[in-house]
Antibody, heavy 115, light 110 residues
Framework: QVQLQESGPGLVKPSETLSLTCTVS????????WSWIRQPPGKGLEWIGY???????RYNPSLQSRVTLSVDTSKNQFSLKLRSVTAADTAVYYC?????????WGQGTLVTVSS | QSVLTQPPSASGTPGQRVTISCSGS????????VYWYQKFPGTAPKLLIY???QRPSGVPDRFSGSKSGTSASLAMSGLRSEDEADYYC???????????FGGGTKLTVL
């Protein structure tokens, strides 16, 4: 059974770059698509994007100008970079395997944007 | 405001059958597969239904999904207290070029 675990700073300053990593176990990262989803406090779920071996990526149009997803096959990890963050980017960030939609999810990690 | 419309709340008593609706349009539900998720506070969403009506292994057959036109439904039979959670529908939207979630339905087991 695939397992995913998010890691990264829990606090990011405004205008800086939010960087998170998702470590995948139980699956080869090269075999699937992988995605990120977030949930701001008290709000609904928002899809960020998905990627396949860094070669194919698709992003939420509202975030596309600030987001990059990448895959490190040597570490079986994939990453999220969100640039120029503001308080509106404060959320629980989830990584998930993508199979037509998010299937297996990580437990999530809270990232707060604050000075 | 979500592209997919779900009732904010639903309720039922133990053993009852409850249905949660998800209303969309031709650009999303009408032309794409619908997924359903169960989410407890402070935990990650869990996939309940994929491709409209398919259950992942380990999901009880008390949970079922259906789709008709631009609407989808999640049905739960033999309701249990542990089913009390938030439920979200989701699908791809061809017009928005975006994966979209419903606003979520909070299920209360009375």
């Amino acid at each position: 059974q695939v397992q995913l675990q998010e890691s990264g700073p829990g606090l990011v300053k405004p205008s800086e770059t939010l960087s998170l990593t998702c470590t995948v176990s139980g699956d080869s990262i090269s075999s699937y698509y992988w995605s990120w989803i977030r949930q701001p406090p008290g709000k609904g779920l928002e899809w960020i994007g998905y990627t396949y071996n860094s070669a194919i990526s698709r992003y939420n149009p509202s975030l596309q100008s600030r987001v990059t997803l990448s895959v490190d096959t040597s570490k079986n990890q994939f990453s999220l970079k969100l640039r120029s963050v503001t308080a509106a980017d404060t959320a629980v960030y989830y990584c998930a395997r993508w199979d037509g939609g998010p299937t297996n999810w990580g437990q999530g990690t809270l990232v707060t944007v604050s000075s | 405001q979500s592209v997919l419309t779900q009732p904010p709340s639903a309720s039922g008593t133990p053993g009852q059958r409850v249905t949660i609706s998800c209303s969309g349009s031709r650009s999303n539900i009408g032309g794409n597969f619908v997924y359903w998720y169960q989410k407890f506070p402070g935990t990650a969403p869990k996939l309940l239904i994929y491709r409209n009506n398919q259950r992942p292994s380990g999901v009880p057959d008390r949970f079922s999904g259906s789709k008709s036109g631009t609407s989808a439904s999640l049905a739960m039979s033999g309701l249990r207290s542990e089913d009390e959670a938030d439920y979200y529908c989701a699908t791809w939207d061809d017009s928005l070029h975006n994966w979209v979630f419903g606003g979520g339905t909070k299920l209360t087991v009375l």
